[in-house]
């Protein structure tokens, strides 16, 4: 190895002085030269079986975090958010296969197409497929090549296929020493011999370096093949991080093959890093020198002030490699939104999954694999993506930051041509990879994930894409699935991918290969899918989408307005388009403009429609009739449309607060507002409502458009102080509401003495299956050891007494495991002895339900009550029977229920249980709340008297879920003192109260 320390030094000095502000450096940091081991072809007899393993280094997680608190933007949604899916439908998946099936921990899924054949990698092993999907070489270990692979499995393979040389390229490295290898750390290349890669042999060559050259990325110039790695992460200045090997030597097996490194001047990063190098789709190179690495720079890193992209040119002289340079060439900051590209610090563990598994490893820090570079005839382009996280003001929400630059001519500076942050809807997408087809049409392939567990998404892979001449920064295409995944992410770790891989197939530089990790229990498997976006028939036109109507206050002359797409090869006029309105008479006209191929037009028909009829819905059915449509089957769409009232808003969720230990007499009260209506609205009253208290009225004073939903939060402040089990309701009071039953949400928030989260349920204690009554929750995932179910609820009538329970834990061994539950008959929110009505059953055996019988008091208080249920193993710390201990292994869950008596009726309910009050609305002394609290849910008649016994009210009042409230404007009303009363014509609970 011939390292040139000196040569390094003195240039670089030079260089800071002469050209400081060319930021150049002039000579690599590092060369060195490998020679060729030959290997034979690939037979299936002296294949070697692959073992699966973790990965044996990977230094990402170490190190010093170098994000400034508080520092960088945005500070709210990503400004380049694409919030929407795209609306273009495309065909699935031509095909798709298992690529790989392992345990390997992450599998670092990579693959790459070529004339006949696929050839597919992973951590560490490889198979080869034809292009029908169709296995030719069985998994086998990465040593089974031969050569310089020999005995080499240590990971982070890249499968590379050169389009101009018609060769396959297989890389991995080998680590230091101390972790299985007794030679220096190394890249390790083996080439094809020809374009055969299962019988043309192998040239491989190791080139030795002095530290571990993670995470490894290879891409295609026409003077070499250009390395990016994650080497040197804590100290990444003057440290050599791109490495160039002379690539004809290689293709044509040559000894004393050269390997250059260079350092990247002006870089900054956050412990773990991985630039990117252009690399060269379809057979037309570019010319020799200016080679670009390009990497992101984050303004919450210390050092970067703008959000960027930094490029680095390298010009590589082969006759003289003394001479070679490399460049800072530019900040890109025109056209990059701000983007926050840091989470967690830079941790492996950032977006939670469904179920108790931990987070998934976001792979930030990475330009990802592939920045696919290509040559058009106008300009050439580069693709390339990276984690954001959308809403770093808020919980974390992953989103694929997407870019297309363009240079105009060979040399000259590049420049953003369109950017887009992907995340069309509230699930986290990430681990893409990004490619461009030979037409400039782009698509990308990564993993979607959710932890919602009303609409929970495992791991799952798709793809979306755009069209060359669609509106730029959007992915046009609707959202296609490749598979979508049924299990969470395997324990022990939060290690995901490291990688996806997506390559274009040569024959047609218009198919896609994706290839990526998704899980089937405890397998991680590799999902290879092949599809294209580009169009191959030559006549195909449809409709897309309707523009105009859409839901709002509608007429009896509506102008309809369609999208039309040509899905074509051929550009397409003077065909019919028609509409109909709810199967009623068809409306046909002419489209006569043109339509280029691969494109999108809109059309507004002469003829408009009636949506008159406020509160219809309406179905729109659209459609075109073109001569020799080829694929009739997106011809048609057929939209709803609703004529919205103009005056209807609605609270649709209450925010906060929610169920938590020591909630405080300052809880901020968060509502949801919608506007459901047809026309914008603006100050109108909103109010939230503690039980039977009188409600806090505040004003809504932002202008809320048609279909927006806002947060609203309460100046007043909700006192929770107190423990037990409190009712919210949250509404709009806008005047003329059309529809007041979509105006209010209620929740219920539980202010507990303890909740006892803390305890491990990874090996199957506690309860994930829970039976009563009208409660049915299935698939309970363990998290944290409790979770908050006083949502549902169910009734136990108390003079039934007898009711079962049936539960299912997921570890029994022995009479270890044990169940016991609790219902706060007193509304304390302490869960005591006597109110434990299972104590300690044994649940005696995994996976299978187990019903225990228990008893309601006769003398139990009816409403609503808390419900508390534990289980775990009770050989071990924590006292199942202590409701706020936190057991080692186990969960503690809350429910709620609603104590009834059937055999109590209307006098008992009214004279024994009832309590009537009236009280006074603050903000106005002359309005007043009638409430009769009691679980009785019958109507009921209230009547007002004045003294002189004179009756001025006689309503029906209805019990609300925890009361009969009732309204009372006294405005009209003289001072003095009345009487209110409530009940049946027979008997009833009376009042007074006061106007002043």
């Known amino acids: 190895m011939k390292k040139l320390f000196l040569l390094f030094s003195l240039c670089f000095i030079f260089h800071l002085n002469a050209l400081g502000q060319t930021n150049e450096i002039a000579g690599p940091a590092f060369i060195d030269s490998a020679s060729v081991i030959k290997s034979g072809p690939l037979s299936k007899a002296d294949l070697k079986q692959s073992h699966e393993k973790a990965k044996l280094y990977n230094p990402r997680n170490r190190g010093i975090n170098k994000v400034v608190p508080g520092k960088g933007l945005p500070k709210g949604i990503d400004p380049a958010l694409q919030s929407k899916m795209g609306e273009i439908p ?203 690495i390009i990497y992101l720079q984050d303004d919450e890193w210390a050092g970067v002030n703008q959000d960027h992209l930094k490029l680095w040119l390298i010009n590589v ?130 993993t979607v994930l959710n932890d919602n567990p009303a609409n929970p998404v495992f791991p799952s892979i798709r793809y979306t894409g755009r069209f060359v001449n669609d509106e730029l920064g959007l992915m046009t295409i609707q959202e296609e699935s490749i598979v979508e995944g049924n299990s969470p992410q395997p324990r022990p770790e939060g290690r995901y991918g490291d990688y996806a891989h997506l390559s274009i197939d040569p024959v047609d530089d218009l198919t896609f290969w994706h290839n990526a990790e998704y899980f089937e229990g405890v397998e991680r498997v590799n999902k290879v899918a092949v599809f294209r976006i580009a169009a191959n028939e030559p006549n195909d036109i449809g409709v897309v989408a309707l523009l105009s109507p859409q839901d709002a206050t509608l007429t009896s002359s509506e102008t309809i307005t369609v999208r039309i797409r040509n899905y074509g090869t051929n550009a397409q006029s003077n065909f019919e388009i028609s509409y109909r309105i709810n199967g009623g008479p068809l409306v046909t006209e002419i489209f006569e403009e043109t339509i280029p191929a691969e494109s999108s037009a809109e059309f507004t028909f002469e003829q408009t429609g009636d949506f008159s009829e406020i509160g219809e819905i309406y179905t729109l059915t659209i459609s075109t009739n073109l001569e020799n449509d080829s694929n009739t089957n997106n011809d048609t769409l057929e939209v709803e449309v609703k004529n919205l009232p103009p005056n209807d808003v609605g609270v649709t969720s209450i925010d906060s607060p929610f169920t938590d230990e020591n909630l405080t007499s300052t809880e901020e009260v968060t509502v949801t507002v919608s506007n459901l209506g047809g026309e914008e609205q603006q100050n109108f009253p909103v109010s939230y409502q503690i039980g039977n208290n009188s409600p806090v009225i505040e004003t809504f004073n932002q202008v809320l458009e048609v279909g927006e939903d806002a947060i609203f939060t309460f100046n007043q402040t909700a006192d929770l102080s107190s423990f037990g089990r409190y009712k919210i309701e949250a509404r ?244 003095g003192v009345y009487l209110v009363r409530v009940g049946t014509r027979k008997v009833g609970k009376v009042t007074r109260f006061i106007v002043k």
């Open 732 to 975: 709009t009071r806008l005047e003329n509401d059309f529809d007041p039953t979509n105006d209010a949400e209620t929740i219920f928030v539980s202010n507990l003495n303890c909740i006892p989260e803390g305890s491990d349920c990874s090996q199957g204690d506690g309860i994930f299956y829970f039976e009563l009554g009208e409660i049915l929750n299935e698939r309970i995932p363990c998290t944290i050891g409790y979770l908050d179910f006083s949502g549902s609820a169910t009734d136990l009538d108390r003079s039934e007494g007898d009711y079962s329970v049936t539960v299912e834990t997921g570890f029994a061994e022995g009479d270890r495991e044990k169940f016991s539950m609790w219902i706060d008959f007193n509304d304390n929110a302490v869960f005591e002895d006597d109110e434990r009505l299972i104590t300690s059953e044994v649940i005696p055996e995994a996976n299978e339900p187990f019903t225990y019988d228990f008893s309601i008091p006769r003398n139990a208080n009816l409403g609503q009550h808390l419900l508390r249920i534990r289980a775990g193993d009770t050989d071990f710390s924590g006292d199942l029977n202590d409701p706020c201990s936190v057991m080692a292994y186990g969960t503690t869950h809350d429910y709620s229920v609603n104590i009834t008596d059937s055999t109590l009726d209307i006098e008992d309910f009214i004279l024994d249980e009832a309590k009537l009050v009236v009280v006074t609305d603050p903000n106005r002394e002359d309005q007043y709340r009638v409430i009769m609290e009691t679980s009785f849910d019958d109507p009921l008649r209230i009547t007002v008297h004045n003294i002189l016994g004179q009756k001025l009210i006689e309503n029906q009042v209805l019990n609300d879920g925890d009361a009969y409230v009732y309204e009372l404007d006294m405005s009209y009303a003289a001072r």
């Open 90 to 292: 495309v065909k699935s998946p031509i095909f798709s296969f298992d690529g790989a099936v392992s345990r390997s921990t992450p599998t670092d899924p990579t693959g790459a197409v070529g004339r006949n054949h696929y050839v597919n990698a992973w951590n560490s092993a490889f198979a080869i497929w034809d292009k029908e999907g169709n296995q030719m070489l069985p998994p086998s270990s990465l040593e089974s090549i031969g050569g310089a692979f020999n005995n080499e499995t240590d990971g982070d393979p890249i499968v590379f296929y050169d389009e101009a040389a018609d060769r396959f390229i297989l890389m991995q490295f080998s680590a230091a020493p101390g972790s299985g290898s007794t030679s220096p750390p190394a890249l390790l290349f083996a080439v094809a011999q020809g374009s055969d890669p299962v019988n043309s042999g192998w040239y491989t060559y190791r080139f030795d370096l002095e530290s571990l050259p993670d995470y490894p990325k290879i891409s295609l110039w026409n003077d070499g093949y250009y390395i990016t790695t994650n080497k040197d992460a804590l100290e990444p200045q003057g440290k050599e991080i791109v490495y160039v090997l002379e690539r004809d030597r290689m293709l044509q097996g040559d000894d004393n093959v050269r390997i250059l490194g260079f350092p990247l001047p002006g870089i900054q990063n956050n412990g773990f890093y991985s630039p990117a190098g252009f690399s060269v789709m379809g057979g037309d190179l570019p010319p020799p020198g200016n080679a670009p």
């Open 317 to 446: 002289n082969w006759s003289n490699v003394g001479s070679s340079t490399i460049a800072e060439s530019q900040e890109i900051t025109n056209g990059v939104s701000p983007f926050a590209a840091t989470f967690d610090g830079g941790g492996f563990q950032n977006l939670p999954q469904p179920g108790d598994t931990p987070e998934i490893d976001a792979l930030q820090g990475a330009m990802m694999y592939m920045t696919q570079y290509r040559r058009f005839g106008t300009h050439n382009s580069v693709v390339m993506n990276f984690v954001v996280d959308v809403e770093p003001s808020a919980a974390k929400h992953a989103g694929i930051r997407w870019y297309e630059l363009r240079q105009q001519t060979d040399g000259s500076p590049w420049s953003v041509y369109q950017e887009g942050t992907y995340a069309p809807d509230n699930s986290d997408r990430f681990s893409a990879s990004i490619g461009i087809d030979l037409r400039g049409n782009i698509a990308m392939g990564y």
